[in-house]
């Protein structure tokens, strides 16, 4: 069955403290994998995507393959980060119409 | 950056209740997509739609729910006789090629 799995539920770091965010995947094929952020109860917005390899507000996020895993790192916490983190993953090809599947989500929240 | 937009914010219905979630696309964007948040858990795949018909979807989207893109513009999921648990945010979604995946701010709904 496809999953995603982010392990921590709620995640609290200091002001300018590295922070890592947990995502490990179990997909078919080749699994396209997404990062979404949620401010407030804001819409979903999407932060990263593995297949662009970019950073984004100082986040990046390295696929590994061999342990099926996708986590989300950022060197320097800001308080702007405190947010929800969702990881995702789709199927690129296949006959999924690209649904999403979410992990639980992890509450970050950055201290001052 | 094309925003899909979601109305109305919030709906307060009554058990048993008809309700039409309303999503107005990103045009030129030819999938459409239904999720569910209910509070404190997950974002949860409701139904995928393409070439005006539901491609996938989920066991939660059972005979209660419809969904419909009446105009070429909007795209609506209907809940035929609401029930307490349906009580969720609920995203609207489309996919192009340019701008990949875009969610809506979503609409709460609050079943009494």
């Known amino acids: 069955a496809q999953r995603v799995t982010q392990p921590e539920k709620l995640l609290s770091v200091f002001k300018g403290a590295p922070v890592e965010l947990k995502c490990n995947y179990s997909?078919?094929?080749?699994?396209?994998l997404f990062w979404y952020v949620q401010y407030s109860r804001q819409r979903l917005q999407l932060l990263l995507r593995h297949i662009s390899r970019e950073s984004i507000k100082g986040f990046t996020a390295d696929l590994n393959k061999g342990e099926t895993s996708f986590h989300l790192k950022k060197p320097f916490a800001q308080e702007e980060d405190s947010a929800m983190y969702y990881c995702a993953a789709t199927n690129a090809g296949g006959t999924s119409y690209g649904k999403l599947t979410f992990g639980q989500g992890t509450i970050l929240t950055v201290h001052p | 950056e094309p925003e899909v937009t979601q109305t109305p914010s919030h709906q307060v219905t009554q058990m048993g209740q008809e309700v039409i979630l309303r999503c107005v696309p990103i045009s030129n964007h030819l999938y459409f997509y239904w999720y569910r948040q209910i509070l404190g858990q997950k974002v949860e795949f409701l139904v995928s739609f393409y070439n005006n018909e539901i491609s996938e979807k989920s066991e939660i989207f059972d005979d209660q729910f419809s969904v419909e893109r009446p105009d070429g513009s909007n795209f609506t999921l209907k809940i035929r006789s609401t029930k307490l648990e349906d009580s969720a945010m609920y995203f609207c979604a489309s996919k192009g090629r340019i701008y990949g995946y875009t969610f809506g701010s979503g609409t709460r709904l609050t079943v009494v």
């Open positions: 997909y078919s094929g080749s699994p396209e």
